[in-house]
């Protein structure tokens, strides 16, 4: 018997709340992508400090509220021949067919750094790399990203072969 059909009235107010939902994350996004990318693009494009809007974004931007240290490494692998040292492409040590996922950007290189793996993964860069005569395996670290993003360190974690 009863219909459960929307009165013209009610219809509308749905609309006029559907558009002010949308009127209120498009300009929520505008703000989170001013203060996402203020600090290291938009300051610098301007050679001014830009004026910072206090909302619900934390300094970190983009990683929303996710603890993240202040310092960021990765493993680099050389190849060395005839005393001279040649930085490996990640890609063509991690090489992966798949579509849409890049294990380089997801730090997987940085397994290789694990005590131990040294026994497993030498053989492998031998196999995948004869013409070098041995591999250097670097671990470089930027300790302070956001103070400092240009200082780096870089270390000798282990070398294959001779």
């Not at 301007?46 to 206090?54: D, I």
């Not at 490996?88 to 730090?107: E, F, M, S, V």
């Not at 591999?135 to 993003?149: D, K, S």
Request: net charge neutral.
């Amino acid at each position: 018997m009863f219909l459960p059909l929307m009165s013209s009235q009610k219809k509308m107010n749905n609309q006029i709340r559907n558009k002010l939902i949308s009127l209120v994350v498009v300009l929520w996004l505008a703000v989170f992508y001013y203060e996402s990318t203020c600090y290291y693009y938009l300051q610098p494009l301007f050679n001014r400090e830009l004026p910072k809007m206090k909302f619900l974004f934390p300094p970190a931007g983009w990683i929303m509220f996710y603890n993240v240290g202040d310092d960021f490494g990765y493993a680099e692998v050389y190849g060395v021949k005839n005393g001279t040292p040649e930085l490996i492409d990640p890609h063509q040590i991690l090489q992966t067919r798949a579509i849409g996922y890049d294990n380089i950007n997801r730090n997987a290189l940085l397994t290789v750094l694990t005590p131990g793996e040294d026994r497993s993964f030498c053989p492998f860069l031998r196999r995948k790399f004869p013409y070098f005569d041995k591999f250097v395996i670097t671990y470089v670290e930027y300790p302070h990203l956001a103070e400092q993003p240009f200082e780096k360190t870089q270390a000798v974690v282990y070398t294959c072969g001779e």
